[in-house]
């Protein structure tokens, strides 16, 4: 598995991620860890999880059952990790939002409060005395940005967090918590972005996901990483047009790109899920994480993992 720098830290992590959102949950304890383990065998060592996994699986789920998991299952291997976990996506009433399948409006956001109090209750779960990368989840856009940023400040100095990243997040936020971060000397400048990016573009203003001007904004800044979520778009390679998230990137080139996908799976003799895995990695600033509910769900993905694209291939896959 390649390895890659985050941002520009000098830290290097497996280009893979292995997402662990339903792990103790929907995926018990024995399949994590059989997953957990082949990753680490096979070179992989960032680990990405959230506060919030997993509340929506069942009616008793109110997050933090994954962090849980995975402080029992990494006892002896937190150094071999590279940990990131994230805050600001916790409910303030999961009644309501387990009745409405939606966690919006009922975010906890990122205020200095809820950093101080999930930082360590997030440490506590994960029994470790650091995380390596501290996400805020999602974009709160009522609590000012500088209360938010002082605060990730004030626990990085603290030595609970070594690195601060940023998720669902829009382009011009972005730019705007720099501007901050470097006016006011925080160290809370994102060293990663993480946003639902893959090989199909996105219908323009879509929300959560890396447009165009994201990348742009990320190929001209080049000191944050970007971590892409939903890499292969829950099955939409392999013929899942039925699901919602297929409408976000039906865009005027999708029957294009995926003809040109079909082309080289078939001549590589591997799945397009696999090459879409693949050509994301042609780029040293992205790493996609992977989500696998199932073994075989992982199983799936192994192949993508030291998956080679020749020159044509990425011609024909275009940019």
Aim: aromatic fraction near 8%.
């Amino acid at each position: 598995m390649k390895r890659v720098e985050l941002g520009r830290t000098g830290q290097t992590v497996s280009q893979i991620s292995l997402g662990c959102m339903l792990m103790g949950t929907s995926t018990d304890e024995q399949t994590s860890e059989r997953i957990l383990n082949s990753y680490l065998e096979a070179g992989g060592d960032f680990l990405d999880t959230a506060d919030c996994y997993a509340w929506w699986t069942s009616p008793e789920s109110t997050g933090g059952e994954s962090e849980k998991l995975l402080g029992r299952l990494l006892k002896g291997k937190r150094d071999k990790v590279f940990l990131a976990t994230k805050v600001s996506a916790l409910l303030t009433d999961y009644a309501a939002a387990h009745a409405s399948g939606k966690g919006e409006p009922y975010y906890e956001g990122a205020s200095a409060k809820v950093i101080r109090r999930g930082i360590d209750a997030s440490l506590r779960r994960l029994d470790t005395d650091h995380i390596d990368l501290y996400y805020i989840h999602v974009d709160d856009m009522v609590t000012p940005l500088e209360e938010t940023l002082e605060a990730l400040d004030e626990i990085v100095r603290a030595g609970k967090v070594r690195y601060i990243g940023w998720s669902n997040v829009w382009t011009w936020r972005l730019e705007r918590i720099h501007a901050l971060t470097r006016q006011n000397g925080w160290r809370s400048a994102p060293v990663a972005v993480q946003q639902q990016h893959s090989y199909l573009r996105p219908v323009a203003g879509t929300r959560n996901v890396a447009g165009q001007d994201m990348l742009d904004y990320l190929a001209a800044t080049d000191d944050i990483s970007l971590a892409a979520y939903s890499p292969i778009l829950g099955g939409v390679y392999e013929g899942r047009v039925d699901k919602p998230i297929w409408k976000q990137y039906a865009g005027p080139d999708a029957e294009i790109r995926l003809a040109g996908l079909e082309t080289v799976a078939v001549e590589l003799g591997v799945t397009k899920s696999q090459v879409v895995l693949a050509w994301l990695q042609q780029s040293e600033r992205t790493i996609p994480i992977i989500g696998p509910r199932t073994w075989e769900h992982y199983e799936d993905y192994v192949p993508a993992f030291d998956l080679k694209l020749e020159p044509h291939h990425v011609k024909l896959l275009g940019q």
